[in-house]
């Protein structure tokens, strides 16, 4: 069930060939990165914005206050998606993210290390496991969390376009990756799976233009800026956020104390209480 | 003048578009970001600005609040019960800071049961004051109130 099926595709096509097919990938994968930031003025938005933060800035951060400030970002943002307010969109987003990382770098490693090995140790397992995640991920997003479904009423059937370009490619690419993998031996219906896996994945890596892919690349850089604008005191002119024990804000705005207490209680989850579902 | 999204702060939660009065903040199909779909039919009031987790919405202000080119900011802390404004000029100098307890009531619990209240009589259409205003907000009976002199106090879990 989790055994190489690049050794086994190996008999027909040549190794070269497919490692060949990864680099194009990458290449596609780069250029549209490359030209997304160029056409949407990403880049030059975020530093503008930085530029534009640092004016109002109340002191100037630190070569290792802003190393940390990355590091956060990347343990954080990056690495546990806690951008996300929506838990079930952030665990999908999970599955989905650490799914194609997983399966991106085994496919590397069998089609460069073991492209004809059968035994490839655990390589051919992260393979699946990642497919797996990955296909769970993103049928989860397809069919539940989509947010087109609640509030624009997109059905499930419905393929919104662009919008829909990247959560295509994820979810066709592992759900072929794996049929391809499991009928290995089976003839033509194999080889009708191989078809469409390769053309799902060129569709995934070959729209990133397009697609929503890029979003990977500028989203550590604004959740990175977000970290940024508290720590130098710019906060985009949004108000500070106030300690409502300190004896000096409840002397500034007095209905804190008079109205809470001079030990206000934490007054519960609000608005976070429940999923926003009363359109 | 209308709401708009900071598109790279939006994380497409739809907590704006629960909660707008005027069903007009959508989430655009492509991007998955909230938008505002009709600029002309919003009111600014704020309802999006302040339930926006992320800080992501933001409002270009009339003159009638302070000189065109002002910054009126919010953050809404349910956690610690408290609403905090800032309001900046555009000369950067006049930048003032409000903080007060929130007071809005749990969801669907003010909803007024119109059905068991007596009709207005003729005084009361020919009133100044608004059927069914509440009493806390009259100010023709005792001035001025505050929810110490209405008797009302602040409960915990307060929410929407």
């Not at chain 1, 990165?33 to 530093?47: C, G, N, V």
């Not at chain 1, 397809?142 to 009423?153: C, L």
């Not at chain 1, 995934?204 to 508290?230: E, T």
């Not at chain 2, 002309?40 to 987790?53: D, F, H, I, L, Q």
Request: with cysteine.
């Amino acid at each position: 069930m989790f055994s190489n099926p690049i050794s086994e595709l190996s008999a027909s096509i040549p190794p070269i060939a497919m490692q060949w097919y990864v680099i194009a990938m990458f290449i596609l994968v780069a250029v549209g990165t490359i030209l997304d930031m160029l056409h949407k003025r990403s880049a030059e938005y975020f530093f503008e914005n930085a530029k534009k933060a640092q004016k109002s800035a109340k002191r100037t951060l630190s070569g290792g206050e802003k190393t940390s400030l990355a590091v956060q970002t990347v343990a954080s943002e990056v690495l546990t998606s806690s951008e996300f307010k929506n838990t079930r969109r952030r665990i999908s987003h999970l599955f989905t993210m650490y799914g194609l990382i997983v399966f991106i770098v085994s496919t590397a490693v069998l089609v460069f290390g073991y492209p004809t090995e059968a035994d490839a140790g655990i390589w051919p397992f992260l393979w699946h496991l990642g497919a797996l995640a990955l296909a769970f991920g993103g049928y989860w997003f397809w069919f539940a969390i989509r947010v087109d479904v609640a509030s624009e009423g997109v059905k499930w059937y419905n393929f919104n376009g662009r919008g829909d370009l990247f959560i295509v490619g994820l979810i066709s690419t592992a759900t072929f990756a794996l049929l391809w993998s499991w009928t290995m031996g089976a003839g033509w219906v194999n080889w009708l799976f191989f078809v469409l896996f390769v053309a799902s994945a060129t569709e995934l890596f070959g729209s990133v233009y397009w697609s929503k892919f890029a979003h990977m690349f500028f989203k550590p850089a604004a959740a990175y800026q977000k970290k940024c604008i508290k720590a130098d005191g710019s906060r985009e002119n949004l108000p500070e956020d106030y300690d409502l024990t300190d004896p000096a804000v409840q002397k500034r705005f007095p209905d804190i104390p008079e109205y809470m207490g001079t030990n206000p209680p934490n007054m519960g989850l609000g608005i976070n209480r429940e999923p926003p579902r009363h359109y | 003048m209308p709401t708009f999204v900071y598109m790279t702060r939006c994380d497409g939660c739809g907590q704006c578009v629960d909660i707008c009065p005027s069903d007009i903040m959508h989430i655009d199909k492509v991007t998955r970001r909230a938008y505002n779909i009709e600029p002309n039919m919003c009111w600014e009031c704020y309802s999006c600005v302040k339930a926006c987790p992320h800080q992501a919405i933001d409002c270009r202000g009339y003159a009638d609040f302070a000189p065109l080119g002002h910054s009126v900011r919010v953050k809404r802390d349910e956690e610690k019960g408290v609403i905090a404004w800032r309001i900046k000029f555009r000369n950067g100098q006049k930048d003032m800071d409000l903080l007060a307890p929130i007071t809005t009531k749990p969801w669907g619990t003010c909803i007024p049961q119109l059905r068991d209240v007596a009709a207005p009589n003729k005084d009361q259409r020919d009133s100044e004051l608004l059927y069914n205003e509440p009493k806390y907000l009259r100010l023709d009976d005792g001035g001025l109130h505050t929810l110490k002199s209405a008797g009302l106090k602040l409960k915990e879990g307060v929410y929407y």
